[in-house]
């Protein structure tokens, strides 16, 4: 049978109108120890209109931009973990090209 896990994001976003500067954090909430959030920022210029919920979705999309990537490295760390703890790695294998042919 499936087993079927939850994991949430929060997403926090605080905006700095004066400074024209939205900042965001996304954290991932799983049943484990991770610790794991990603952070982002958007910056308007000075001559756009004001319009926060743009740069709340860039700032947003940034943080889970960061998120995605570190849960990645995260992973790729638990792989190299594994497959290389207390053993020697395995040697790669041969690569045969055209030219290789002998015979």
Do not use: C
């Amino acid at each position: 049978m499936a087993t079927v896990k939850r994991w949430s994001v929060d997403i926090y976003i605080d905006e700095h109108s004066h400074e024209r500067r939205t900042w965001a954090e996304a954290r991932l909430h799983t049943k484990d120890a991770s610790d794991l959030h990603g952070t982002g920022t958007a910056h308007r210029n000075a001559y756009d209109r004001e319009v926060p919920e743009i740069g709340d979705e860039f700032a947003a999309a940034r943080a889970l931009a960061d998120l995605a990537e570190k849960l990645r490295l995260a992973a790729v760390a638990d792989v190299e973990q594994i497959t290389f703890s207390g053993r020697a790695a395995a040697p790669a294998p041969a690569v045969h090209t055209p030219l290789d042919r002998r015979g």
